[in-house]
């Protein structure tokens, strides 16, 4: 069992991981180049929303459940790291059974009736606090009349021909207050040896973090260094999906008047699926913390930085389309930031460096669109990998 460890990363991953030794009683060293909350950090503006997104791994789904069950119980503190928000994923016609099969569905079984053909969801959607319905559009504004979302118009929807929807309540982080929090209790945590998160240096190589770890009298090593890793241990396979977002100020945002009605509650809504969004451009507007994000892209290799002028414009039509009145509100920021994708995530023991030193170094990076809805499940297999305990 480790005694401890280096942990060199600061977004997400990295925190929640140097959390999670220190819950498992070992010492941490923590380090990074940037804070936090500087803007180059993937996880500061992401939108926060719990869906597991372009995270190809078949341990996707256990790390996602174990990080909601954490979310659930932040969200019901009421501190306001984590909020409970309905979330609508517009789909069209062949992402699901036609109506005339769909009414017929048994939403509390999530089965379809007998005589009915099998509906395939993501083993995710099963869990119970995410109340998950796909419903037909129709339905959804049927339901919409009690539940009084910011959705679009009836009008709006039908004419760009979504005719299905995932309905359900998942959480959203603040990624800055989250960020902010875990730090906090990183940096005021008894068996913390020492915390770094500005030193404004890169390792340059793996051996130079072993190194490092050797002079800090670590048995162990923890890599969350997300696209760092790229260089740092010459992974060909990881790359950076660029996306990109504006950002609303969601206490005084103004709304169209169909959907600014007195009373009625914020919603996350993304669709991938033509006319609204495509994989490659994703649609979607998510409220988190004071902030709503509207979005985006998802361009694998992309290292534009800023915002392309065309780009700029598909984002405010993005905003217009989900019920921001772009006359009366513009934005208040902007981001650009590069989701670490790989084929899969790699959360593994390297049989290379830091052998000869005794040291076990343990790599947990390429988490892609999903590092908020893996954190904590991926900072838990780490843990059990550092305490000879992996599932």
């Known amino acids: 069992?480790?005694?401890?460890?280096?942990?060199?990363?600061?977004?997400?991953?990295?925190?929640?991981?140097?959390?999670?030794?220190?819950?498992?009683?070992?010492?941490?060293?923590?380090?990074?180049?940037?804070?936090?909350?500087?803007?180059?950090?993937?996880?500061?503006?992401?939108?926060?929303?719990?869906?597991?997104?372009?995270?190809?791994?078949?341990?996707?789904?256990?790390?996602?459940?174990?990080?909601?069950?954490?979310?659930?119980?932040?969200?019901?503190?009421?501190?306001?790291?984590?909020?409970?928000?309905?979330?609508?994923?517009?789909?069209?016609?062949?992402?699901?059974?036609?109506?005339?099969?769909?009414?017929?569905?048994?939403?509390?079984?999530?089965?379809?009736?007998?005589?009915?053909?099998?509906?395939?969801?993501?083993?995710?959607?099963?869990?119970?606090?995410?109340?998950?319905?796909?419903?037909?559009?129709?339905?959804?504004?049927w339901q919409n009349t009690v539940n009084k979302l910011r959705l679009p118009s009836d009008e709006e929807f039908l004419r760009a021909g979504y005719k299905h929807a995932w309905f359900f309540r998942p959480p959203i982080v603040d990624p800055p207050r989250m960020l902010s929090s875990m730090l906090s209790e990183i940096e005021n945590h008894p068996l913390t040896e020492s915390v770094n998160v500005d030193t404004g240096k890169e390792y340059k190589s793996m051996q130079d973090m072993v190194d490092n770890a050797a002079s800090l009298g670590c048995d162990a090593i923890v890599n969350c260094t997300g696209m760092g890793s790229s260089l740092l241990c010459n992974d060909e396979t990881l790359v950076g999906a660029r996306g990109i977002l504006h950002q609303y100020d969601r206490t005084n945002v103004q709304w169209k008047d169909d959907i600014g009605k007195q009373n009625a509650k914020d919603v996350a809504i993304l669709t991938e699926e033509a006319p609204w969004g495509s994989e490659t451009e994703p649609c979607y507007m998510i409220p988190r913390g004071n902030t709503l994000v509207v979005g985006g892209t998802y361009l694998?290799?992309?290292?534009?930085?800023?915002?392309?002028?065309?780009?700029?414009?598909?984002?405010?039509?993005?905003?217009?389309?989900?019920?921001?009145?772009?006359?009366?509100?513009?934005?208040?920021?902007?981001?650009?930031?590069?989701?670490?994708?790989?084929?899969?995530?790699?959360?593994?023991?390297?049989?290379?460096?830091?052998?000869?030193?005794?040291?076990?170094?343990?790599?947990?990076?390429?988490?892609?669109?999903?590092?908020?809805?893996?954190?904590?499940?991926?900072?838990?297999?780490?843990?059990?990998?550092?305490t000879q305990n992996p599932n």
Request: with cysteine.
């Open 300 to 386: 694998e290799g992309d290292k534009e930085l800023a915002i392309r002028d065309n780009e700029e414009s598909s984002l405010l039509e993005n905003a217009g389309k989900l019920g921001i009145d772009t006359d009366k509100s513009k934005p208040i920021g902007k981001w650009t930031g590069f989701r670490p994708y790989r084929p899969t995530v790699r959360l593994e023991i390297d049989s290379h460096y830091g052998v000869d030193e005794g040291i076990k170094c343990v790599h947990n990076y390429g988490h892609g669109g999903s590092g908020w809805t893996v954190y904590v499940g991926a900072a838990k297999h780490v843990g059990s990998l550092l």
């Open 1 to 141: 069992m480790a005694s401890k460890a280096l942990v060199v990363g600061s977004g997400a991953i990295g925190l929640r991981t140097a959390l999670e030794l220190l819950r498992q009683n070992i010492k941490v060293h923590l380090r990074s180049p940037r804070p936090p909350l500087h803007p180059s950090t993937c996880s500061v503006g992401s939108g926060g929303l719990w869906m597991p997104f372009h995270c190809d791994d078949d341990r996707t789904d256990k790390w996602a459940l174990e990080t909601l069950d954490e979310l659930l119980h932040i969200a019901a503190t009421g501190e306001g790291d984590v909020e409970i928000v309905p979330t609508v994923l517009l789909k069209t016609n062949h992402s699901g059974p036609q109506v005339e099969d769909f009414i017929k569905y048994d939403y509390s079984q999530h089965k379809p009736l007998i005589g009915t053909p099998t509906v395939k969801f993501p083993s995710w959607t099963s869990a119970p606090a995410l109340s998950f319905q796909h419903l037909t559009v129709e339905m959804l504004l």
